[in-house]
T-cell receptor, first 112, second 112 residues
Framework: SQTIHQWPATLVQPVGSPLSLECTVE??????LYWYRQAAGRGLQLLFYSVGIGQISSEVPQNLSASRPQDRQFILSSKKLLLSDSGFYLC???????????FGPGTRLLVL | AQSVTQPDIHITVSEGASLELRCNYS??????LFWYVQSPGQGLQLLLKYFSGDTLVQGIKGFEAEFKRSQSSFNLRKPSVHWSDAAEYFCAVKPGGFKTIFGAGTRLFVKA
C-alpha cells in the first residue's frame, strides 16, 4: 500500500533562516506531488505541484521554492524565512489512474 | 473561475443527532467531487468521492454524500454523530487537470 511521509513534524525557525521540508511517497511510481499551506483557520492554498522529476509548477509568487530530485521525493525550501511563512504545510500525492489526492501528516512551521 | 463554497464556517450538533454539511461548486461540467476530514494537527483524510454513476456515495465512518447536478451541490451527511466526529471538513472539486480546489472548510463541534 502507499504511504506518504513528511518531516519534520514541527519546526520553529527564526526570521531570515533557511527552510527545507521533505516529503516522500512509498508504494507508487511517478506520482503527481503537491505542496499546500494551511494558515490557521483557513483552507488549503496550493503552493506547488509536480508531474515528474525536475518539473515544478508554482501557483503563487512567494518566498518559497520546490524541487523534485527523485521520483517520490518533493522538497519545499526557502532561502530566508518571513514571519508570514508560518503555517501548516501539507504534502499530497495522486496518480493519473485515481484522481484522488492523498495527504501526508503535515509539518507545523512557526517563524519567530 | 472554478470555486467551492462551504457556507457554514462552523456547526454544532448534539451527539446522536444527524448532520448535514453543505458544499456548492461553480463549474460548467460535472467535476470530480471529494470530502476530506482533518483532525487538529493532522493531515487530511479522504471520506468519500464521486466521479460518476450513483449520485449517493457511501464513505468511511458512516458518512454519505449526495451529488445534485441541478443544484451544483455535494452535501455530506451522517445520520448519527459521534463525539469523535468533531473535526474540520473540507469539500473539494477537481474540474480537470492536476489541480484540486478546496473549500474553506467547516468546523464541526459535537456537544454531549
Amino acid at each position: 500500500s502507499q504511504t506518504i511521509h513528511q518531516w519534520p513534524a514541527t519546526l520553529v525557525q527564526p526570521v531570515g533562516s533557511p527552510l527545507s521540508l521533505e516529503c516522500t511517497v512509498e508504494g507508487t511510481s511517478n506520482p503527481n506531488l503537491y505542496w499546500y499551506r494551511q494558515a490557521a483557520g483557513r483552507g488549503l492554498q496550493l503552493l506547488f505541484y509536480s508531474v515528474g522529476i525536475g518539473q515544478i509548477s508554482s501557483e503563487v509568487p512567494q518566498n518559497l521554492s520546490a524541487s523534485r530530485p527523485q521520483d517520490r521525493q518533493f522538497i519545499l525550501s526557502s532561502k530566508k524565512l518571513l514571519l508570514s511563512d508560518s503555517g501548516f504545510y501539507l504534502c499530497a500525492w495522486s496518480t493519473g489512474v485515481d484522481e484522488t489526492q492523498y495527504f501526508g501528516p503535515g509539518t507545523r512551521l512557526l517563524v519567530l | 473561475a472554478q470555486s467551492v463554497t462551504q457556507p457554514d464556517i462552523h456547526i454544532t450538533v448534539s451527539e446522536g443527532a444527524s448532520l448535514e454539511l453543505r458544499c456548492n461548486y461553480s463549474y460548467g461540467a460535472t467535476p470530480y467531487l471529494f470530502w476530506y476530514v482533518q483532525s487538529p494537527g493532522q493531515g487530511l483524510q479522504l471520506l468519500l468521492k464521486y466521479f460518476s454513476g450513483d449520485t449517493l456515495v457511501q464513505g468511511i465512518k458512516g458518512f454519505e454524500a449526495e451529488f445534485k447536478r441541478s443544484q451544483s451541490s455535494f452535501n455530506l451527511r451522517k445520520p448519527s454523530v459521534h463525539w469523535s466526529d468533531a473535526a474540520e471538513y473540507f469539500c473539494a472539486v477537481k474540474p480537470g487537470g492536476f489541480k484540486t480546489i478546496f473549500g474553506a472548510g467547516t468546523r464541526l463541534f459535537v456537544k454531549a
